[in-house]
Each structure stands twice: as C-alpha cells, then as structure tokens.
C-alpha cells in the first residue's frame, strides 16, 4: 500500500463518455491517493478494476467502451471501486431489430510483399509445420496410440530431420454417442477436418478399435482425402482414390499387444517418408489461416493485447489472409457491432442464427451467458461477460465480417471469419484446428501455459508484470502499451512479423520450445448414451 500510494497515479479510460476509469498500476492504488484531475481515491483499487470517475446513483449506467456494463446497486461515491458485487448486469440485446451490414470502411490498401517459408499442399492450402498426425476413431486405442508415439519419435523420427513432429489426435468420443442424432456431425466433422489441417500435408493415418461406433468410413468417407498422389490407388482417372490407411486392434492379425505396435510404426514410417520428401517454399501471407484467441482474460485484455491483435488482424485481412475470431458467449453482448459489421446481409444473418443456436443450448443448460466469466477474469478486472465481451471483440479489429463458420466446419475463403465456437479456451482451439488454422494467436491476462502440438500457438501478455515473470512463456509483451513505451499499432506491427518469422520455422514459440500441449476437446452437443 506504501509503495502504491508513491506511485504516480496511471488508469485507462476507453471512452470519453466512460464513467470509470481502469487502475493501470502495478499492486493497484492506496486510498488516498490523488488524480491531476482532483480525484482522491476513496479506498484501495486493485490493478485493472474500475474506479469511479462521479458520482453514480443507485440505478445509474456505469459506461466502459461507451457501453453499460451494469446499473450500480446502491449509491457509489466518486473515486471509489466499482466491482461486481456492485453492479446489476444488462439483459441480452434481443437478436432483432440488429444493424444489417451498415458500418461501411473505407477500402485499405492491399499490404504487398510479405511471404513465409510453407509447405504447400496439393489441395491448395499451407502448412506452417510438417507433422505426422495420427487419428483415433474411438478414446479406446489412446493408451496403444500413445505407446507407438512415444516408440516411433524415439526410434523413427531420428531419421527423418525434416519432420518437425509426430502427433496423436487423442479425443473422448467415438462410443457411447448418440452418433445419429442431429448434433453428432460436429464432433465427427470436427474430427474429420481436423485430420486434413494444412499442417499434416495430406497424410491421414487411423487407429480404430473395431467395434466402435464411429467407424474409419464413417469419419472419412470416399472422397475425403485428396489425392497426394498416384500410390495404391484402387482405380484409375477420375474415380482415383487414395485408400484409408487404417490399423484396427481387433482385426485377428494382432496377437498380442507387439503386433499392434509394430503395425502403428510399419505404417507410420511410410507416411513418414513422404512427409520427409517435402521442403519449405516462398509464399504470400495471404496462405496464412490465424485463428484468435483469448484466455485467462483481465480488463487490460480488451486495452493493450487484443487491440493489438486486432491491429495485426486487419493487416493480415490486408494481406489477403484468413482470421478466425470465435468465442460465442464472449461476443454475444456486442452482437450489433458485429452485424454491422457484416459484408452482406446473409453473413450477418449467418451471425444471428449461431447467435439463436447458442441461446438455445444454454438454455437446456438452464444457465445463461453470465455463467462465462471465470473467478480469475473478475480478479483481473472484468466485472461481467458484458466487459469481457466488449475486450474480446477488439481482437477482430476493424475489417468487414466476410464469413461466418458453424463448429467444425472447414474455412474456404479469405477475409475476417467468425468462427462459431464456445468460449472454452481448449474446445475453441480444437474447432480453430478443425477450421484449419496454420497459426494460432492467443492472449491472456492472467497467465496460462496452453498450447497445440499440432499448430504453433503465440502468447501475447496483456501486462508487462506477467511477461516479466512468465518470461520463457509469453511471447509478446502487449503491457508496454498501457504504460505508454509502444503503441497499439507498434506492439501490432511487432506480432505480424513474429507470426511470419513462426510459420517460417525460423523462430519457435515458447509452447513450442517446452512442448507444452493441451489435449483436443471436440464440442460434443449431441446426447451421449
């Protein structure tokens, strides 16, 4: 408290219409203490909460982004700490009666001449790494997947230097589903194009069980995998098509658990081969498909990270490239912003229908969107999913919303997509994955080690209080703008080039480097039997 009441008061006002103020401070600020404005703090205010800048009466908006992020429960005093217990939150704005398609930008220059060292694939897209990925039909065969992982990175990989990695696509479903009821085709989908993202160059290899109700053939069909070239095809011409590499535990051939093993790594040296053949070229920027994400979030998310990702965000959509940005309950509240937003109307009714599907799930939940916002998000500074969601739409930038993608759908254009996801960091990932994302951006205020084996993930700090102490995690430091070193558009410029130096392979990320990698979670809705 000493030490704070002798620092030079710094706090963050979003809006000039804002009535609150954030504490940029590190350790917050003493009562006592005293604002150029006049403004002497009425009690203690943790770094990142709100201190109010009037007085606000009971019933009274408290404005954040120039936005009501709550009406005060009682009577505030003008320097005091406005937190959640004070505030009553809005309700949801209806999902009628939206701005369609009205926010016209100004057409920005096309940004020219930026390329990264990828590994082009014969169905047109691009790798940032070159990975073996093993899929599973059913969780039942992880332990046997992972066994032959560990023996094949051991004893295979050695030999084949231009393989970054050999990775399992471990996940919990495949039996016990309701696998015909509506919903079931977005874990399945999800799975499927997860096995085709541009990072495994097109060699799709299974593990099944036998017996489980997601088959091989159900998960990909005839017609699935593009044709890497003319080995063991069955026919020839136009009906060419490249046979499903599948090892199934219960075919009788197996006697005993060295035979399964052997056969993993027999079929795995194979594709390791071809993948080995492969090398880096010189591409555009525009082949970069970057999903954005947000976890661990505090109230200098929505200030210094995510405005700089959305600062890069719209110089990748300037370079041609594809953006995901996702998170449904965490957009929700700024749905107006982001139907306005909109290229046609039809992508922004695309937005209100994921919009409608999602109320409807929670409400079978009997739980609502309020049910979002963690302990550590309010510790940080967010006092409601209304904040959060107004600092989580930042990171989408300023560019048109030209598409819109259902969970577990593959991205086939360019442009700024809102990918439909919940908010979970490790689902949301997985259908990004899914979308097929070649690089993936992910900020955080509270700190959180997450990470993909299959797709470089780059943390950016949203305080330089938590890049200094996770210094060998953070990848970016975006706290340097609340104290004024850099600005957004610096630290925004500073993360494109990082991210092009990362899909090169001429730098790794500090996940990469600790091998620190989340499990896949497939957004399952359906029942489960």
Avoid at 189 to 215: D, Y
Avoid at 284 to 308: I, M, R
Avoid at 390 to 416: A, D, F, T, Y
Wanted: aromatic share 6%; charged share 20%.
């Amino acid at each position: 408290m000493a030490e704070a009441t002798l620092q030079k008061p710094l706090t963050i006002r979003m809006h000039e219409r804002d009535n609150v103020a954030i504490v940029a401070n590190d350790g917050g600020l003493a009562p006592g203490t005293q604002f150029p404005s006049g403004l002497t703090l009425r009690e203690h205010v943790p770094q990142g909460h709100k201190v109010a800048l009037v007085d606000l009466p009971e019933g009274t908006p408290v404005l954040r982004y120039n936005v009501t992020i709550g009406y005060t429960l009682k009577n505030v005093r003008a320097g005091s700490w406005v937190h959640e217990r004070l505030l009553k939150m809005p309700p949801a704005r209806a999902l009628d009666n939206l701005p369609i398609a009205t926010v016209k930008p100004e057409p920005q220059p096309p940004l020219e001449g930026y390329t990264f060292e990828g590994y082009q694939n014969l169905d047109g897209s691009v790798g940032t790494r070159n990975i073996l990925a093993i899929t599973q039909t059913v969780q039942c065969v992880a332990g046997v997947t992972d066994f032959a992982v560990q023996r094949i990175k051991k004893e295979l990989l050695p030999k084949f230097p231009n393989v970054d990695d050999v990775v399992a696509l471990e996940h919990t479903y495949g039996c016990g589903v309701a696998i015909d009821a509506p919903d079931a085709i977005v874990p399945i989908r999800t799975l499927r194009n997860i096995s085709l993202n541009p990072n495994f160059g097109g060699e799709v290899m299974v593990i099944s069980l036998g017996c489980e109700k997601l088959q091989p053939e159900r998960l990909l069909p005839p017609g699935t995998i593009p044709l890497v070239d003319e080995r063991n095809v069955a026919d020839v011409g136009e009906n060419a098509e490249p046979p499903l590499d599948v090892v199934r535990l219960q075919d009788d051939r197996h006697v005993g658990f060295m035979s399964m093993i052997d056969s993993i790594m027999t079929r795995a040296e194979e594709h390791l081969e071809r993948l080995n053949a492969r090398r880096r070229e010189t591409v555009p920027a525009s082949e970069l498909v970057v999903g954005v994400q947000c976890g661990g979030s505090d109230a200098f998310s929505g200030v210094t990270a995510n405005p700089a990702v959305g600062f890069c965000t719209d110089l990748l959509v300037r370079a041609g490239a594809t953006v995901m940005f996702s998170e449904v309950t965490e957009v929700r509240d700024g749905i107006d912003q982001l139907t306005s937003r909109a290229t046609s109307p039809e992508v922004a009714e695309a937005m209100i229908k994921e919009m409608a599907w999602y109320d409807n799930y929670l409400e079978k939940g009997q739980v609502d969107r309020s049910a979002n916002t963690t302990p550590g998000n309010k510790k940080g500074g967010l006092s409601n999913i209304v904040e959060k969601a107004m600092g989580s739409i930042v990171k989408s930038g300023s560019s048109p919303i030209s598409g819109v993608l259902p969970p577990g759908e593959r991205v086939s254009q360019k442009g700024l997509i809102f990918a439909a996801t919940p908010a979970s960091d490790f689902i949301c990932g997985t259908l990004q994955l899914a979308a097929g994302m070649n690089l993936h951006v992910f900020t955080t205020g509270r700190g959180t080690p997450y990470g993909l084996a299959q797709v470089p993930v780059i943390k950016v700090a949203t305080r330089s209080n938590l890049a200094k102490r996770w210094h060998d995690l953070m990848d970016v430091n975006a706290g340097t703008i609340a104290t004024g070193e850099k600005t957004i558009e610096e630290v925004g410029w500073e993360l494109f080039q990082f991210m092009l130096d990362v899909a090169s392979g001429r730098k790794k990320t500090w996940a990469e480097q600790w091998k620190l990698h989340n499990a896949l979670v497939l957004f399952n809705p359906a029942p489960v039997t």
